[in-house]
């Protein structure tokens, strides 16, 4: 009830708010981004790709529109891998596309589909330029790259409403997000209907206590009641260290999932990225990821080990080379390959603009 | 004339010494020629560091009367720019460039709009109430407000 009530009052209030009128193309901007990635497994087992693919693995157009001072439309159209819908290839997707009304910095509400805020990468888990490696940490962000039994921690979008802002606290920043959306879901389309009266909730506070370092605690509920899923509960803590040159970015998430028959699954991933920027562009990072998809039980975790290097060679135009080393313990999905392990490269050519 | 050995370090040694105080002295001599202006509608004289910080990292977006603040800048080639970017936003080019696409892509927002030449900034911040911009000192005349720097 008290939901329907803040939904109601938020669309009396954009109705309601003046100069809501149509403005000139000056109001809007087009950005966007692509990525070209070939992925290669090095031995002839793995989870990887054994015969070397090129991947047209996405474009993006990212639409911003300020229809006036208080009122912003965003988008990102995505086409992935290649889309040829009449041939059932790639898929062609709305990223996020929400409204935005800003009463202050530090109240904006938002309405329509997004990312869920949670943790460091999930809001650019797509957008290639904006992250150093090939690919999003798997421990956090997909876990079941790692280990095939893992569970995600969160919905990477969500359909609803969020109130976000940016504000100060005895003269240091932070900012949050708020997310009440429809949640996870396999029995309906999530971003349409919702298929319980239950709604997720997905919270985030960040600080930074001194301008190099931020600090993050994101929470995630959800009763999914889908797909042998009961609910799912995961919370998170990151770390995020800007100097001059180097960097570091740590994550730690923790999830429980409570199965429609059996016993709460408890899984915990972390990921840990050192980087160096050199003054000509290139980076070299290497990230170590773990996972252990069930604390309960004894050598089923995973990991993936990697080292790499980001060249920036003009602004927005990158290029990234890395290594993917999977290893897993003696229970892990892993295990059915030689050693547990296997290595793959990756590389990709980027664009922002 | 041939330098080898421990003189090879010294040679490069220096030659790293006079870039980093060339690069200093460069920097402070950008510094000491910007200005930040506002139009003139805009009811603010002074900023602290850190406001201007928040206003070119999109994290304060309204100026205190309640309209929209719309920051504008030279483009990051601009020696003026790198040297503001540094002193007032605490960040690197490339720094600021990777914030701002991680800020856009998520959809925080957009970047704050960049020109080729002060006079276009200017231009800019005469043109749009509630425009801030930095340029360099010869532009800031009597169309805009120069903005003071609070400690």
């Given at each position: 009830?008290?939901?329907?009530l803040?939904a109601?009052?938020?669309?009396?209030?954009?109705?309601?708010?003046?100069?809501?009128h149509?403005?000139?193309?000056?109001?809007?901007t087009?950005?966007g981004y692509?990525?070209?990635?070939?992925?290669?497994?090095?031995e002839?087992?793995?989870g990887?790709?054994p015969?070397?693919?090129?991947?047209?693995?996405?474009?993006d157009?990212?639409?911003?529109?300020?229809?006036?001072?208080k009122?912003?439309?965003?988008?990102?159209l995505?086409w992935?891998?290649?889309?040829?819908?009449?041939?059932?290839?790639?898929n062609?997707?709305?990223?996020?596309?929400?409204?935005?009304?800003?009463?202050?910095?530090?109240v904006?509400?938002?309405?329509g589909?997004?990312f869920?805020?949670?943790?460091?990468?999930?809001?650019?888990?797509?957008?290639?330029?904006?992250?150093?490696?090939?690919k999003?940490?798997?421990?956090?962000?997909?876990?079941?790259?790692?280990v095939e039994?893992?569970?995600r921690?969160?919905?990477?979008?969500?359909t609803?409403?969020?109130?976000?802002g940016?504000?100060?606290?005895?003269?240091?920043?932070?900012?949050?997000?708020?997310?009440?959306?429809?949640?996870?879901?396999e029995?309906?389309?999530?971003?349409?209907?919702?298929?319980?009266?239950?709604?997720s909730?997905?919270?985030?506070?960040?600080?930074?206590?001194?301008?190099?370092?931020?600090?993050?605690?994101?929470?995630?509920?959800?009763?999914?009641e889908?797909?042998?899923?009961?609910?799912?509960?995961?919370?998170?803590?990151?770390?995020?260290?800007?100097?001059?040159?180097?960097r570091?970015?740590?994550e730690?998430?923790?999830?429980?999932?409570q199965?429609?028959?059996?016993?709460?699954?408890h899984?915990v991933g972390w990921i840990?990225?050192?980087?160096?920027?050199?003054?000509?562009?290139?980076?070299?990072?290497?990230r170590?990821?773990?996972?252990?998809?069930?604390?309960?039980?004894?050598?089923?975790?995973?990991?993936?080990?990697i080292?790499?290097?980001?060249?920036?060679?003009?602004g927005?135009?990158?290029?990234k080379?890395?290594?993917?080393?999977?290893?897993?313990?003696?229970?892990?999905?892993?295990?059915?390959y030689?050693n547990?392990?296997?290595n793959?490269?990756?590389?990709?050519?980027?664009l922002?603009? | 004339?041939r330098?080898?050995?421990?003189?090879t370090?010294?040679?490069?040694?220096?030659?790293?010494?006079?870039a980093?105080?060339?690069?200093?002295?460069?920097?402070?001599?950008?510094?000491?020629?910007?200005?930040i202006?506002?139009?003139p509608?805009?009811?603010?004289s002074?900023l602290?560091?850190a406001?201007?910080a928040?206003?070119?990292?999109?994290?304060?977006?309204f100026?205190?009367?309640?309209?929209r603040?719309?920051?504008?800048?030279?483009?990051?080639?601009s020696?003026?720019?790198?040297?503001?970017?540094e002193?007032?936003?605490r960040?690197?080019?490339?720094?600021?460039?990777?914030y701002?696409?991680?800020?856009?892509?998520?959809?925080?927002?957009t970047?704050?709009k960049?020109?080729?030449?002060?006079k276009?900034v200017a231009?800019?911040?005469?043109?749009?109430p509630?425009?801030?911009?930095?340029v360099?000192?010869?532009?800031?005349?009597?169309?805009v407000k120069?903005?003071?720097?609070r400690?």
């Amino acid at each position: 009830m008290r939901l329907e009530l803040v939904a109601t009052l938020v669309v009396m209030c954009l109705a309601c708010s003046e100069g809501a009128h149509a403005q000139g193309l000056d109001s809007l901007t087009i950005n966007g981004y692509s990525s070209f990635e070939f992925e290669k497994q090095i031995e002839e087992e793995g989870g990887g790709d054994p015969n070397g693919s090129f991947d047209a693995d996405l474009f993006d157009l990212v639409f911003n529109f300020q229809v006036n001072d208080k009122i912003r439309v965003s988008a990102d159209l995505t086409w992935e891998h290649g889309s040829a819908t009449e041939d059932e290839l790639g898929n062609v997707a709305v990223e996020y596309a929400f409204v935005e009304y800003a009463f202050a910095d530090l109240v904006k509400v938002r309405m329509g589909k997004m990312f869920t805020p949670y943790g460091i990468f999930n809001e650019i888990h797509t957008a290639k330029p904006a992250f150093l490696s090939v690919k999003e940490p798997a421990a956090t962000n997909k876990p079941e790259r790692i280990v095939e039994n893992a569970f995600r921690f969160f919905p990477r979008w969500g359909t609803g409403i969020a109130i976000r802002g940016d504000g100060v606290i005895a003269e240091r920043d932070f900012n949050y997000d708020v997310l009440v959306a429809n949640g996870f879901q396999e029995d309906t389309n999530p971003f349409e209907e919702d298929n319980n009266l239950s709604k997720s909730v997905t919270a985030r506070f960040r600080f930074e206590p001194t301008e190099t370092i931020s600090v993050g605690n994101s929470f995630y509920y959800d009763k999914v009641e889908s797909d042998g899923v009961d609910n799912l509960v995961s919370e998170g803590l990151e770390f995020h260290y800007q100097g001059n040159t180097w960097r570091l970015l740590a994550e730690i998430a923790f999830g429980w999932l409570q199965p429609t028959d059996g016993e709460k699954i408890h899984q915990v991933g972390w990921i840990l990225q050192p980087s160096y920027s050199l003054d000509n562009g290139v980076t070299p990072y290497v990230r170590f990821e773990r996972i252990d998809p069930n604390t309960s039980r004894d050598e089923d975790h995973g990991y993936n080990f990697i080292a790499g290097v980001n060249l920036e060679l003009t602004g927005g135009f990158i290029i990234k080379a890395e290594n993917n080393y999977f290893k897993g313990a003696s229970e892990s999905t892993l295990a059915q390959y030689p050693n547990a392990s296997y290595n793959e490269i990756k590389a990709a050519v980027v664009l922002g603009f | 004339m041939r330098i080898s050995g421990f003189g090879t370090y010294i040679v490069a040694a220096l030659t790293l010494v006079s870039a980093f105080l060339l690069s200093v002295a460069s920097g402070s001599a950008a510094q000491e020629t910007i200005r930040i202006i506002v139009n003139p509608e805009v009811d603010v004289s002074r900023l602290s560091q850190a406001e201007i910080a928040r206003i070119y990292l999109g994290k304060k977006t309204f100026w205190e009367s309640g309209s929209r603040i719309a920051p504008s800048l030279l483009n990051e080639k601009s020696p003026l720019t790198e040297a503001f970017l540094e002193v007032n936003v605490r960040k690197t080019v490339r720094q600021y460039r990777a914030y701002w696409k991680r800020r856009l892509f998520s959809g925080k927002g957009t970047a704050p709009k960049t020109f080729g030449s002060s006079k276009q900034v200017a231009n800019y911040v005469v043109d749009n109430p509630g425009a801030i911009g930095v340029v360099d000192a010869v532009f800031a005349d009597e169309r805009v407000k120069v903005v003071e720097l609070r400690n």
